[in-house]
T-cell receptor, first 116, second 110 residues
Framework: NAGVTQTPKFQVLKTGQSMTLQCAQD?????MSWYRQDPGMGLRLIHY???????DQGEVPNGYNVSRSTTEDFPLRLLSAAPSQTSVYFC???????????????FGPGTRLLVL | GQQVMQIPQYQHVQEGEDFTTYCNSS?????IQWYKQRPGGHPVFLIQ?????EVKKQKRLTFQFGEAKKNSSLHITATQTTDVGTYFC??????????FGTGTRLTIIP
């Protein structure tokens, strides 16, 4: 049981390049999400998915696309990288985030992205 | 908007002293979660609170959810060096999104 995995760990891009951050989970969780973490700003939700084939926007979706073709995978695509997208990106998965029983949200190890 | 304010931003304590971080929302929360992130690491889920006035304990950690479900706190008794890290709250507003506070970075002076 690997939990939530993310690749790559580090990436340097030039402005205008595109790339895909990979995220996978093996816990059969329906809910998956992407956050970016910047100093002093906590974690901000980019996109999320409540199940295969369903995605929605979070707080800061501009410049990012997602898809959810399977329960396991939730890739994040940067369409045309900008220096403002320099950040640490975390993927997370959970059975759900609504109030109810204890629903632990598991985070991946993160991808550190530098856009020059 | 759905914002969660967290204070203080930084806290330096002597080992053995207590520590508290606070989260506030201007609108009622449906639930609140707490996370710990060690330096260079990823957030790790600690607990979720759902009920008005709820208090939960995990060893030296005490979590509270306010009666109005607009505020929450995390209190650590007799801090240890292993408590170093940033503590985040994350509020739910009844939709499928969590809004994170900006975090409180705890450093321990041995």
């Amino acid at each position: 049981n690997a939990g939530v995995t993310q690749t790559p760990k580090f990436q340097v891009l030039k402005t205008g390049q595109s790339m895909t951050l990979q995220c996978a989970q093996d816990m059969n969780h329906e809910y998956m999400s992407w956050y970016r973490q910047d100093p002093g700003m906590g974690l901000r939700l980019i996109h999320y998915s409540v199940g295969a084939g369903i995605t929605d926007q979070g707080e800061v979706p501009n410049g990012y696309n997602v898809s959810r073709s399977t329960t396991e995978d939730f890739p994040l695509r940067l369409l045309s990288a900008a220096p403002s997208q320099t950040s640490v990106y975390f993927c997370a998965s959970s059975p759900g985030v609504l109030a109810g029983s204890e629903e632990t949200q598991y985070f991946g190890p993160g991808t550190r992205l530098l856009v020059l | 908007g759905q914002q969660v304010m967290q204070i203080p931003q930084y806290q330096h304590v002597q080992e053995g002293e207590d520590f508290t971080t606070y989260c506030n929302s201007s609108t009622t929360l449906s639930n609140i979660q707490w996370y710990k992130q060690r330096p260079g690491g990823h957030p790790v889920f600690l607990i979720q609170l759902v009920k008005s006035g709820e208090v939960k304990k995990q060893k030296r950690l005490t979590f509270q959810f306010g009666e109005a479900k607009k505020n929450s706190s995390l209190h650590i008794t007799a801090t240890q060096t292993t408590d170093v890290g940033t503590y985040f709250c994350a509020g739910g507003f009844g939709n499928e999104k969590l809004t994170f506070g900006t975090g409180t970075r705890l450093t321990i002076i041995p």
